[in-house]
């Protein structure tokens, strides 16, 4: 990714269903990195900016499970999501 007002070199767009591993949605550069981003926005979709975590993601083809390797490093993102969308996963509201 690249810095504030800057387009982002690369964007990677996770699907995780809580059930099954996560699953990359779409990935890019440019333009695409751009779509990823705005649609993002207009969604409240919370992002995270982690370049080698980025870099890892987008060698993995489009519709795939992520690997077992990047589980800690994407559950780490996905908590960071909740959190910061105010969102828990199903059973896991806290007390």
């Known amino acids: 990714m690249s810095g504030p007002g ?5 964007a990677v767009a996770l699907r995780y269903d809580g059930k099954d591993a996560p699953r990359i949605l779409a990935k890019g550069g440019g333009v695409t990195a751009e779509k990823i981003l705005e649609l993002a926005h207009a969604h ?13 993601l987008a060698q993995i083809d489009l ?3 992520i690997p077992p390797a990047l589980y800690l490093a994407v559950a780490q993102v996905i ?3 909740y959190l910061v969308s105010g969102k828990f996963p199903d059973g896991q509201q806290p007390a």
């Open 6 to 10: 800057k387009a982002p070199d690369y």
């Open 79 to 81: 908590a960071f999501a």
């Open 63 to 65: 519709g795939q499970q």
């Open 44 to 56: 409240n979709i919370p992002l995270h900016e982690d370049p080698a975590l980025v870099s890892l």
